[in-house]
């Protein structure tokens, strides 16, 4: 063992944390480098006629700031579109499985069976049990 005295040192009493985007701002820079910035808290002042990045302070040019709300609105019409595809396919679904519960309604009740819209026939489920041909619906 070593008779040297024991030296605090600064660690012990936990570590000193700076933030960065505080000595950027005491220097008169931005919190944020302007290399990183998406822009996307802009803001248009209508009095100067300028765009600029609320999150870094730096002016935004207007072709720019109009791409940016273009692929916004690009993206948002492309969400559109494919809720309404969703939404067309989950009605047909639906459709197809309210026909198969009336279907199976008849059958569970064991006193009534559908009849075929064409020739009045009694389907009953052994008709099915192997499989049907199918048409189109015209």
């Given at each position: 063992m070593s008779d040297k005295p024991i030296e605090p040192r600064e660690y012990i009493s936990g570590f000193k944390v700076v933030d960065i985007g505080d000595i950027r701002v005491a220097r008169g820079e931005t919190r944020r480098p302007r290399s990183s910035c998406n822009h996307r808290k802009m803001v248009y002042d209508k009095a100067e006629r300028r765009v600029w990045c609320e999150d870094c302070e730096s002016e935004v040019e207007s072709f720019d700031a109009l791409?940016?709300?273009a692929e916004q609105l690009d993206g948002q019409i492309q969400r559109l579109q494919r809720r309404e595809r969703e939404v067309k396919e989950a009605e047909q679904?639906?459709?197809?499985?309210?026909?198969?519960?009336?279907?199976?309604?008849?059958?569970?009740?064991?006193?009534?069976a559908p009849l075929c819209p064409h020739c009045d026939q009694a389907l009953l489920p052994e008709d099915v049990v192997n499989g049907l041909a199918g048409s189109s619906p015209e």
């Open positions: 791409m940016l709300i679904f639906v459709l197809r499985s309210r026909a198969a519960k009336v279907m199976d309604g008849f059958w569970r009740g064991r006193s009534l």
